[in-house]
């Protein structure tokens, strides 16, 4: 195992100690995930219903810039709805095709927020909106990542700011030799998906 594969099994190590940190908040706050539903106590939502800000409070202590930049937010969500259209149905078409594992949309886009009483319904709407469009840019993100190990799996010789979950598995930049002779190789090495 090369020091590459040997940091990204310490990563994956550690992503698993974060979800059990995670998971131990349920237990902290009174709730409990089953399947894709979240249920409180009942005497927790009803003291969080006791936080609710109403909507009158809520708009009269917005700034103003806040509540003009509003449009602006939500004008971004017809692009963002063409965007998972169009990934979505590459995705479906031409995964198949290259026979690349599919990516499930629903480990990518979470929205929970609603199950939360003590936000009131423009918090819900923003808290709805923020996981659509934070899930879908994962979801396009994972869909580009198996992409580019089928098409053109090559390391960057420049420093990005983020990895993508694949990149582990590319060739080096400049291996022109490795590139020809592994090809093949890398754009089937989906394995560790199954795995998950």
């Given at each position: 195992m090369n020091r590459l594969q040997e940091l990204v099994e310490q990563i994956k190590k550690l992503e698993k100690e974060l979800y059990a940190e995670?998971?131990?908040?349920?237990?902290?706050?009174?709730?409990?995930?089953?399947?894709?539903?979240?249920?409180?106590?009942a005497a927790t939502r009803q003291y969080h219903k006791t936080l609710v800000l109403k909507l009158h409070t809520y708009l009269r202590e917005a700034r103003l810039l806040n509540i003009l930049t509003v449009p602006l937010i939500w004008g971004?969500?017809?692009?963002a709805l063409f965007l998972d259209l169009m990934v979505t149905v590459f995705h479906?078409?031409?995964f198949r095709v290259y026979k690349i594992p599919l990516v499930r949309r629903g480990d990518y886009i979470v929205i929970d927020h609603q199950a939360l009483t003590y936000l009131n319904l423009i918090e819900k709407l923003n808290c709805i909106y923020c996981g659509y469009f934070n899930g879908l840019i994962g979801y396009v993100q994972e869909i580009a990542a198996r992409t580019e190990q089928f098409w053109c799996p090559i390391k960057h010789a420049r420093k990005m700011a983020g990895l993508h979950s694949r990149y582990q598995k590319f060739l080096e930049y400049g291996d022109a030799e490795g590139f020809r002779s592994r090809l093949g190789e890398v754009r089937r090495d989906f394995q560790d998906l199954n795995e998950k």
């Open positions: 995670l998971q131990k908040k349920q237990d902290e706050f009174y709730y409990q995930v089953k399947g894709r539903k979240v249920y409180f106590e971004c969500l017809l692009p479906s078409l031409c």
